[in-house]
């Protein structure tokens, strides 16, 4: 079963433009995280933020989360060719013991 | 430098076939999971285990089992291979107890393996 939806499915920006995913997911969550998959690799943890936060960094990432909308945001700041990626959001819900990914974001980013 | 190590990156096989996906960690976690991605359905969870000999059906279990004889090895075997399993299979690893309502930390990813099935 799919939880969370990421948004927008593709995203195209120049290198120093910020670029901003959001994430969507259904039911109450402990936490909260985001991953990054280069093309044709397996997936890296970027940041893990928790059911009682609502803001968090890491160096050029933020993340945000506002569980009254069920919605988590993850914004890279003065990206990089090197940002260009897919990115997950992952919810582990209290109703759960696994982690469920959503459908991922492609984030392209031209020199 | 930890590392999930997946033995094979890609493979191809018959309608038929029995294979084998190997997945070995060196970080002594305690759950190990197997996943597949598809393009537009993201990752989907096939099995996991939260300790040696103990596994648990994911959201797509059918047509696949598992064996975990060993702590760091987890394997993910496809009895009788069929085209609709050609897919990424990425394996993970994460420490921690795994159990209902609690927090399922940072999941570590091997390379992935890239199964064509003939």
């Known amino acids: 079963s799919q939880q969370g939806e990421e948004d927008p499915q593709a995203l195209s920006i120049q290198e120093g433009e910020n670029a901003t995913m959001n994430c969507s997911y259904k039911?109450?969550?402990?936490?909260l995280q985001w991953y990054r998959q280069n093309s044709g690799r397996g997936l890296v943890h970027l940041i893990l933020i928790r059911s009682n936060e609502r803001e968090k960094h890491s160096g050029r990432l933020r993340v945000t989360l506002d569980t009254s909308k069920k919605s988590s945001s993850l914004l890279i700041t003065a990206s990089r060719a090197a940002d260009t990626a897919s990115y997950f959001c992952a919810t582990d819900g209290w109703d759960t013991d696994k982690l469920i990914f959503g459908t991922g974001t492609r984030l392209q980013v031209f020199p | 430098d930890v590392k999930v190590t997946q033995s094979s990156r890609y493979l191809v096989k018959r309608t038929g076939e029995k294979v084998f996906l190997e997945c070995v960690q060196d970080m002594d976690h305690e759950n190990m999971f197997w996943y597949r991605q598809d393009p537009g359905l993201g990752l989907r969870l096939i099995y996991f285990s939260y300790d040696v000999k103990m596994k648990e059906k994911g959201d797509i279990p059918e047509g696949y089992s598992v064996s975990r004889e060993k702590k760091e090895r987890f394997s993910l075997i496809l009895e009788s291979a069929s085209t609709n399993q050609t897919s990424m299979y990425l394996c993970?690893?994460?420490?921690?107890?795994?159990?209902?309502?609690?927090?399922?930390?940072?999941?570590?990813f091997g390379e992935g393996s890239r199964l064509t099935v003939l």
């Open positions: 993970a690893s994460s420490s921690g107890t795994l159990q209902e309502n609690s927090n399922t930390g940072e999941l570590f």
């Open positions: 039911t109450s969550i402990n936490n």
